[in-house]
């Protein structure tokens, strides 16, 4: 079983631009940040493959950016330019180990807890 854990969240000001770690038991899978905002559904926000290709939602891309440190065992979000709309539970994701990036739910196996991002006007 994979164990990852999320951190860094917290009340930002729109225009921040915090940066969110995820500590990962298995650094040998593709990993993900997915964003669920309130009554919605969890939507991918940007993904990385084991060998560091990644992919980005069109609403984050230009401001966000996804990295991989692979010695530390941490995967990394690191957001700018935040808009309110970005407010949200944030969930790291892993599994699998395809030459690609997906940003789909079903191609993640294992998540953690989420942190919660809100971001005031």
């Known amino acids: 079983e994979v164990q990852l854990g999320e951190s860094g969240g917290g009340p930002v000001q729109a225009g921040g631009f915090p940066k969110l770690p995820c500590e990962v038991s298995d650094n040998k899978l593709n990993m993900a940040w997915f964003h669920q905002a309130p009554a919605a559904e969890r939507e991918a926000v940007a993904a990385i493959t084991f060998y560091g290709d990644t992919d980005y939602t069109n609403s984050v891309k230009g401001r966000f950016t996804i990295s991989r440190e692979d010695p530390k065992n941490t995967l990394y979000l690191q957001m700018n330019s935040l808009k309110p709309e970005d407010t949200g539970m944030y969930f790291c994701?892993?599994?699998?180990?395809?030459?690609?990036?997906?940003?789909?739910?079903?191609?993640?196996?294992?998540w953690g807890q989420g942190t919660q991002v809100t971001v005031s006007s």
């Open positions: 994701a892993a599994g699998g180990r395809l030459n690609f990036a997906p940003l789909t739910t079903v191609a993640y196996k294992y």
